[in-house]
């Protein structure tokens, strides 16, 4: 089975759902136009990144009456959408979010479970901590999203790995850092790296959208990737550049690298398990 | 020694994508540079010049009366080499009342009042232009404090303050300043024959050197110190960096209220944009 994905490497404008609404209503067009079954829109892409204090003003539930969602939804009749909002729940905490449109159904919303608040990153001040890594069933099989620093732990991908994913949703908005005399940035060569590690190790496609452009000093690089079951590169976007990223995969390559490297098949969640709880046992106190 | 050498193309594209993306969403399209002769101002020229277009840069030459003639030909090389408008605001008539009110004025004195002077003209271009104020000021400058307050490190967007002055040269002298700007001995042009590393006692080489292991590598004083760094050396760069810190932050704000700009009021400055 062949399925046409698209990465929408979009620019954004902070704090401003309705405008960037507009951008992924044009995408989505454009996305339709050229055959594609599924658009990728990168972290936080309906609100942009550096909230801060705006978090709260900007929140929306991935509802069919929500003025952001509502045409979303309508959409996702025709293409399947993962679009990056901030989600505000019934008790009003506030998440950074993932939700998968498909058929007009909201299927599922990932709340990202790890904030970086450390260095440039100042995202466990603003937000509320995700509390669940799950992968859930689409037309193309079972998939799995997680965002920007959620990949940048194993577990996550390692539990939606466990839980059935094949594709493995990435969304980013990575800021761009690290200049040397490479022409490629120390931030994109680290994500590159641990994207192409993790389509080796869980022989699985990893699909990966970042944003680009600016906010205030800080760049976004965009770079977003397709890795195959081999970890070999499907396609590429331009770094620092708007684009819509096209590129057809072969859901049967799984059937061939899993034949080849039956690293799924192997994999001992049992042992996984047991030694997990013995050195949380043992650890007791000193981890959470 | 440790390599400082950045890859220009790269530079080059996130530099003049950063001033194109924050002078536009501000709602301008053009930039304002006070051009000294330095290097560094040239290659804020150039970048500016290579992100909004040549006719949308105006760089302003000030220079006082014990100013160099060099420096004023050097400025006139980028302002003929890129075409980019140009004025010339000298600031002698404006400056010299304030200093002649107080006779036997420290050089330092007079420096920041040439320095504020030139903000002032600066700004005063900015609305005249309608453009905003490109900054010049290099990561090493602003780290030791070498500048004057509200003077030369005024300004609404600083695209080279990220790039210690090695690194200014090596992409100034790849983006094409010419090689008389990039190779002559920085100076702040206050008084006949200063140089910048005669007045701060090291090199930018010797101290762009020790600032990249101890800001952008997290290096402690003994592990500089084991890295062949004179000890005395060290310590003195981490006590400049650190009594300047009041130049790289906002005027305090004393805390009354329960939501206080700076502290509990936090938004960037492209917020909406």
């Given at each position: 089975?062949?399925?046409?994905?698209?990465?929408?490497?979009?620019?954004?404008?902070?704090?401003?759902?309705?405008?960037?609404?507009?951008?992924?209503?044009?995408?989505?067009?454009?996305?339709?136009?050229?055959?594609?079954?599924?658009?990728?829109?990168?972290?936080?892409?309906?609100?942009?990144?550096?909230?801060?204090?705006?978090?709260?003003?900007?929140?929306?539930?991935?509802?069919?009456?929500?003025?952001?969602?509502?045409?979303?939804?309508?959409?996702?009749?025709?293409?399947?959408?993962?679009?990056?909002?901030?989600?505000?729940?019934?008790?009003?905490?506030?998440?950074?979010?993932?939700?998968?449109?498909?058929?007009?159904?909201?299927?599922?919303?990932?709340?990202?479970?790890?904030?970086?608040?450390?260095?440039?990153?100042?995202?466990?001040?603003?937000?509320?901590?995700?509390?669940?890594?799950?992968?859930?069933?689409?037309?193309?099989?079972?998939?799995?999203?997680?965002?920007?620093?959620?990949?940048?732990?194993?577990?996550?991908?390692?539990?939606?790995?466990?839980?059935?994913?094949?594709?493995?949703?990435?969304?980013?908005?990575?800021?761009g850092r690290g200049v040397t005399q490479e022409l490629k940035l120390e931030s994109a060569r680290w994500?590159?790296?641990?994207?192409?590690?993790?389509?080796?190790?869980?022989?699985?496609?990893?699909?990966?959208?970042?944003?680009?452009?600016?906010?205030?000093?800080?760049?976004?690089?965009?770079?977003?990737?397709?890795?195959?079951?081999?970890?070999?590169?499907?396609?590429?976007?331009?770094?620092?550049?708007?684009?819509?990223?096209?590129?057809?995969?072969?859901?049967?390559?799984?059937?061939?690298?899993?034949?080849?490297?039956?690293?799924?098949?192997?994999?001992?969640?049992?042992?996984?398990?047991?030694?997990?709880?013995?050195?949380?046992?043992?650890?007791?106190?000193?981890?959470? | 020694?440790s390599d400082l050498s950045i890859n220009p193309t790269l530079t080059?594209?996130i530099?003049?994508?950063?001033?194109?993306?924050?002078?536009?969403?501000?709602?301008?399209?053009?930039?304002?540079?006070?051009?000294?002769?330095?290097?560094?101002?040239?290659?804020?020229?150039?970048?500016?010049?290579?992100?909004?277009?040549?006719?949308?840069?105006?760089?302003?030459?000030?220079?006082?009366?014990?100013?160099?003639?060099?420096?004023?030909?050097?400025?006139?090389?980028?302002?003929?080499?890129?075409?980019?408008?140009?004025?010339?605001?000298?600031?002698?008539?404006?400056?010299?009342?304030?200093?002649?009110?107080?006779?036997?004025?420290?050089?330092?004195?007079?420096?920041?009042?040439?320095?504020?002077?030139?903000?002032?003209?600066?700004?005063?271009?900015?609305?005249?232009?309608?453009?905003?104020?490109?900054?010049?000021?290099?990561?090493?400058?602003?780290?030791?404090?070498?500048?004057?307050?509200?003077?030369?490190?005024?300004?609404?967007?600083?695209?080279?303050?990220?790039l210690y002055?090695?690194q200014?040269?090596q992409?100034?002298?790849?983006?094409?300043?010419?090689?008389?700007?990039?190779?002559?001995?920085?100076?702040?042009?206050?008084?006949?024959?200063?140089?910048?590393?005669?007045?701060?006692?090291?090199?930018?080489?010797?101290?762009?050197?020790?600032?990249y292991?101890?800001?952008d590598h997290?290096?402690?004083?003994?592990?500089?110190?084991?890295?062949?760094?004179?000890?005395?050396?060290?310590?003195?760069?981490?006590?400049?960096?650190?009594?300047?810190?009041?130049?790289?932050?906002?005027?305090?704000?004393?805390?009354?209220?329960?939501?206080?700009?700076?502290?509990?009021?936090?938004?960037?400055?492209?917020?909406?944009?």
């Amino acid at each position: 089975m062949k399925i046409k994905i698209a990465l929408a490497q979009i620019n954004t404008r902070l704090g401003d759902p309705s405008a960037n609404l507009e951008k992924h209503l044009a995408y989505a067009q454009q996305a339709i136009q050229a055959g594609t079954d599924l658009l990728v829109f990168p972290e936080l892409s309906l609100t942009g990144y550096a909230l801060q204090d705006i978090a709260s003003a900007v929140a929306h539930q991935p509802q069919p009456e929500d003025p952001i969602f509502g045409p979303l939804l309508q959409a996702s009749q025709d293409i399947d959408l993962v679009v990056g909002f901030v989600d505000e729940d019934p008790r009003h905490r506030f998440y950074i979010a993932a939700a998968y449109l498909s058929g007009g159904e909201v299927l599922h919303v990932h709340h990202k479970v790890y904030l970086p608040t450390y260095g440039l990153f100042d995202e466990g001040r603003f937000f509320a901590w995700g509390d669940s890594v799950q992968a859930f069933d689409t037309r193309f099989g079972r998939v799995g999203i997680a965002i920007c620093e959620d990949f940048w732990h194993a577990s996550p991908p390692y539990i939606l790995w466990i839980d059935g994913a094949d594709i493995l949703i990435f969304t980013s908005a990575s800021p761009g850092r690290g200049v040397t005399q490479e022409l490629k940035l120390e931030s994109a060569r680290w994500v590159e790296q641990i994207n192409r590690a993790y389509a080796n190790l869980f022989t699985s496609f990893v699909v990966h959208a970042n944003r680009v452009g600016y906010e205030d000093g800080m760049n976004f690089w965009g770079g977003s990737t397709i890795f195959d079951p081999n970890g070999d590169l499907v396609v590429q976007g331009p770094y620092h550049e708007e684009a819509l990223v096209i590129t057809e995969i072969d859901l049967n390559q799984l059937h061939r690298t899993r034949a080849r490297l039956p690293l799924l098949r192997d994999e001992r969640t049992g042992l996984m398990q047991r030694m997990l709880e013995r050195v949380a046992v043992a650890n007791r106190g000193k981890h959470s | 020694m440790s390599d400082l050498s950045i890859n220009p193309t790269l530079t080059r594209k996130i530099l003049t994508g950063f001033i194109r993306s924050e002078i536009t969403r501000a709602g301008f399209q053009r930039a304002v540079i006070g051009l000294s002769g330095g290097v560094d101002s040239a290659l804020s020229c150039y970048l500016a010049a290579e992100a909004l277009g040549p006719e949308q840069v105006l760089a302003v030459r000030m220079p006082y009366k014990t100013s160099s003639s060099d420096s004023w030909e050097h400025a006139g090389l980028v302002i003929e080499e890129l075409g980019i408008q140009f004025l010339d605001v000298p600031i002698t008539e404006m400056a010299d009342p304030l200093i002649e009110r107080f006779p036997g004025m420290s050089n330092l004195r007079q420096g920041n009042i040439m320095a504020r002077t030139r903000m002032i003209v600066l700004y005063d271009q900015s609305e005249a232009f309608n453009g905003l104020v490109v900054g010049t000021g290099n990561k090493t400058e602003i780290l030791l404090g070498y500048s004057t307050l509200y003077g030369d490190s005024a300004c609404a967007i600083n695209p080279i303050g990220d790039l210690y002055k090695t690194q200014v040269r090596q992409l100034a002298g790849d983006i094409g300043v010419p090689a008389v700007i990039v190779d002559k001995a920085p100076s702040a042009d206050l008084w006949a024959g200063q140089t910048d590393e005669d007045e701060l006692g090291f090199t930018y080489a010797e101290v762009d050197q020790l600032l990249y292991l101890l800001v952008d590598h997290r290096y402690r004083p003994e592990d500089l110190v084991e890295a062949g760094f004179d000890p005395a050396f060290v310590a003195q760069i981490i006590q400049r960096v650190r009594r300047n810190q009041f130049k790289r932050v906002l005027p305090l704000i004393a805390k009354l209220s329960n939501r206080t700009i700076g502290y509990d009021f936090l938004y960037l400055r492209d917020w909406g944009t």
